[in-house]
């Protein structure tokens, strides 16, 4: 859900969060459903939608496109702009005024959103592989590249990303999470992994934590001070 209480149905007909009967594939608001996203979703996706708040401006990734869409008013959302980008869109981060938008295959591409109605590409980082998570922090974007690893790019020139260094992975990277200096990173079956970026041309390997239980798989990652909290698959949140 977002700031306007949206939530998303699941494929079973029943509203994430609620026990709103709607039909699959609809958008709903506390206590109803919204069939005018019908006709415009088609079919939802995977990737987190990024939400523009002070612009009322939902950024929705729709198979090989990123589509703009206009709430202001939540029982006439409609499509400002529809953009190909060649193949599946998996996620966005957002720093003012860009959005960094992940494409399978192709890699990190950039908009200018200053003009939110149109916006325009400016740049892009090629990753030839799938792009699961996108961290930003003032002048470094952190990409994880499956299992292309990590990738830490300077964005200093946005138009031109420059990548300061790969850490290489043994298994599918899937998030990433950022506190000060340190960044964990899930490692599927491996569970987590901590580092010191200080230096983010040489990043240094702090330490590694894996669950007792053999059935996690470390998918999911948030930080919060010194507490690291994992979504380990059926297992649940370590």
């Not at 209480?5 to 709903?28: M, R, V």
């Not at 506390?30 to 979703?41: D, I, R």
Request: net charge negative; charged share 15%.
């Amino acid at each position: 859900s977002d700031a306007k209480n949206y939530k998303i149905c699941n494929s079973d007909g029943d509203l994430f969060g609620a026990d709103i009967p709607c039909g699959e594939n609809l958008f709903c608001s506390t206590g109803e459903c919204l069939p005018q996203f019908v006709s415009s979703f088609g079919g939802l996706s995977e990737c987190k939608p990024y939400y523009h708040q002070s612009a009322e401006i939902l950024f929705f990734c729709q198979g090989e496109s990123m589509v703009l869409y206009n709430v202001l008013t939540k029982n006439n959302p409609h499509v400002i702009e529809r953009i190909s980008l060649k193949n599946t869109v998996q996620v966005f981060a957002y720093s003012q005024p860009n959005l960094f938008v992940g494409v399978k295959d192709i890699g990190v591409i950039i908009f200018d959103i200053s003009t939110l109605n149109k916006p325009k590409q400016i740049g892009i980082y090629p990753l030839a592989t799938s792009i699961y998570s996108l961290l930003i922090n003032q002048n470094t974007l952190y990409v994880a590249a499956s299992l292309e690893g990590i990738h830490i790019v300077d964005i200093s020139n946005i138009i031109t990303p420059t990548k300061l260094s790969t850490i290489e992975a043994d298994t599918t990277i899937h998030d990433l999470a950022l506190s000060g200096n340190i960044m964990v990173s899930t490692r599927g079956s491996k569970g987590i992994r901590l580092y010191d970026i200080t230096n983010a041309s040489q990043p240094v390997v702090l330490s590694d934590y894996d669950s007792d239980n053999t059935s996690a798989y470390a998918r999911g990652i948030a930080l919060s001070g010194n507490i690291a909290y994992a979504a380990m698959g059926l297992v649940g949140l370590e």
